[in-house]
């Protein structure tokens, strides 16, 4: 059932958007935008942009006027902590600007081992900061590339942090990251760590875009802490998002024509091991479940290939915080 609201613009032409409250009551979607929609006083034919969350391609859908054309946009995304006695340390987030486009950025907090990390707050309380202000950059501030982004950004979240953290320790709170943003004629990414970006073209090819220094270490040498925190953030180990904003030019980074690029998607470790450690399907077979199953369908995957005795512990956890973003452009 597609349900919808229409208004008039200045130009004669029916702007339709899904009813807040038809859709609330037919499918319990999460709605992100200030109400009421449109918003008492908006600029005619300026309507604001939705963002739903859920698998419904038709009832998800949105018609934007401003382009003079109608434009189909779905968002969905889970993330699901990998014990009820953890909090979750993942953060997701999506956005879609005022000034258009979209943009996804997601972030896995590094869980440190038990002892002393230099530290107040914790990794919840720095993913949320650092992937907040993420977000509001990549949205607010096309202008920056997403290096820039990610270098203020660590930035910011270090001065959060105020006088009583020691963001010198190695183990100082610290986070994977993956950003992509796109508008009419591009698709900008950002990786750094072990969390994977996923590219489909147009004709249904999947390309991962990964930072492998993390796998390129020799087990052997993440099973002593003391020789996990030598490579931490350091030349010949691995990088990841903590309080030198320098880190950023460590990132993996790129631009692909929008015309190329037909969804994205992005997973923490804990989701992407559907594929990359269970093999219970390639990356195009990972995004097809996205596409018709949504980000829950597969992390729910994930939980039941993690629940077979069968199969030995994934690294070192058996069940990870797990989330995953896709968005079909």
């Not at 607010?140 to 963001?167: F, K, Q, V, Y």
């Not at 220094?213 to 998002?241: H, I, K, M, Q, Y």
Request: overall charge negative.
């Amino acid at each position: 059932m597609n349900i919808t609201e229409e208004w008039p613009t200045n130009s004669g032409r029916v702007c339709q958007a899904p009813s807040v409250d038809g859709w609330l009551k037919e499918r319990g979607a999460l709605w992100q935008d200030a109400p009421p929609f449109p918003p008492r006083g908006a600029r005619a034919g300026v309507p604001p942009l939705p963002i739903w969350y859920g698998p419904d391609l038709d009832a998800g859908s949105v018609r934007d006027c401003r382009a003079g054309q109608n434009v189909r946009m779905r968002i969905d995304l889970a993330s699901v902590a990998g014990s009820p006695e953890r909090p979750n340390e993942d953060w997701v987030s999506a956005a879609i600007p005022a000034l258009g486009g979209g943009v996804v950025v997601l972030l896995d907090g590094v869980t440190p081992p038990r002892g002393d990390d230099g530290c107040v707050h914790g990794v919840p309380w720095f993913t949320a900061r650092l992937g907040g202000r993420l977000a509001e950059l990549s949205g607010s501030r096309r202008d920056m590339p997403l290096d820039r982004i990610l270098a203020e950004a660590i930035r910011a979240t270090a001065a959060a942090h105020g006088d009583g953290c020691d963001l010198s320790h190695v183990r100082t709170p610290q986070a994977t990251v993956v950003m992509a943003r796109w508008d009419e004629t591009q698709v900008e990414h950002l990786v750094l760590s072990d969390s994977v970006l996923l590219l489909q073209a147009p004709g249904g090819g999947v390309a991962a875009v990964v930072d492998d220094r993390l796998d390129r270490v020799p087990r052997a040498a993440l099973r002593s802490e003391a020789t996990a925190d030598a490579l931490r953030n350091a030349e010949g180990g691995f990088f990841t998002a903590a309080a030198d904003p320098a880190v950023a030019a460590r990132a993996v980074t790129g631009r692909t024509p929008r015309g190329d690029v037909r969804a994205v998607a992005a997973l923490t470790d804990g989701a992407s091991r559907w594929t990359d450690t269970f093999r219970e399907g390639d990356w195009a077979d990972c995004m097809a479940v996205l596409r018709k199953e949504g980000a829950e369908g597969l992390i729910g995957r994930v939980r039941a290939a993690e629940s077979d005795p069968a199969r030995p512990p994934a690294r070192h956890k058996r069940h990870d915080d797990a989330s995953a973003v896709y968005a079909e452009l």
